[in-house]
């Protein structure tokens, strides 16, 4: 009986070990998403809350954001909420995120919720150089059998450069400091995103995880174009990335529409190769105040 029980929970270990879910990725909205997780050196608004909190400077408006994805290989529902204020000296977003999966584990169905609620904060050093943290605190429960609830806080840290107008440099870390939880790994990324025009911009990240012995990279890449109707703009999003740890490759592309009281956006993503994790997800974002970019080149649809 009890080789039969270590066998469940190594198997039921095994799978989860694929699942592709936890708050470096359920945290991302559809933007993020659209172009390959690729928004470390633009992660404005919301953005800045799972990729880089530093970020938050390079537009100046107050943005309140509600989303919600779904994933099907772990039947995950993704429900996030935030608002940021980047007009006054030192920007700063709170937020509340919560994801609830039902995978299926050694042919048993199984529940898995987290609770995420905290704030981003960016501090700019120069007009060239921003700084960042982030703090949160979580609740995890899983019922799957070898598995645990968690809680407790974390800390996140990120740097932006803009090295000209057209290029941004950024770097930032997940969890770094604070509670340990599978839910909730150690990583480190960087990226950088250049517009070559104001109506276009491209983006590459990597990240890589810091927990124990795993050291698996996440890289991805995208573009973004405008389409500009008046003072509206219709962002049409596309991207690539490449987990090496799941051993699984995925496409992604998005769209919305954007305006100067509000946007919408929706984005897909699917596995060509070594998973099924395909999701979607969108957002509904209403602006208060909206004040003029101090020369970043970061338009009304970021």
Known sequence: MRVRSSLIIVSALATSAQAEGDALVDTLGPREIAVGEAMRGGATGASAIGLNPSGLPLNRELVFQGGYGYRASDQTSLIGVSACDSTNAAPGCFYYNHSGANPELSGTMTHQSTHLAGGAFSYPVTPRVFLGSGIKYFSSKDDAMGSSDSS???????????????????????????????????????????????????????????????????????????????????????????????????????????????????????????????????????????????????SAAD
């Open 152 to 298: 407790g806080w974390n800390w996140d840290l990120g740097m932006t450069l803009r090295i000209t107008d057209m290029i941004n440099v950024g770097a930032s870390g997940q969890n770094l400091w604070g509670a340990d939880s599978p839910d909730f790994p150690r990583a480190v990324g960087g990226g950088v995103l250049a517009r070559p025009m104001q109506t276009l911009s491209v983006s590459f990240d990597a990240r890589w995880k810091l927990d124990g012995d795993d050291r698996s990279a996440r890289y991805g890449g995208g573009a973004e174009f405008l389409l500009r109707t008046g003072s509206s703009a219709i962002p049409l999003r596309v991207g690539g990335l490449r987990d090496n740890g799941l051993g699984a490759t995925y496409v992604s592309a998005g769209v919305g529409y954007a305006h100067m009281k509000g946007a919408f956006d929706i984005a897909g993503r699917y596995a060509v190769s070594g998973d099924d994790a395909t999701m979607i997800i969108a957002s509904l974002r209403f602006y208060g105040p909206r004040l003029p970019d101090s020369g970043t080149g970061i």
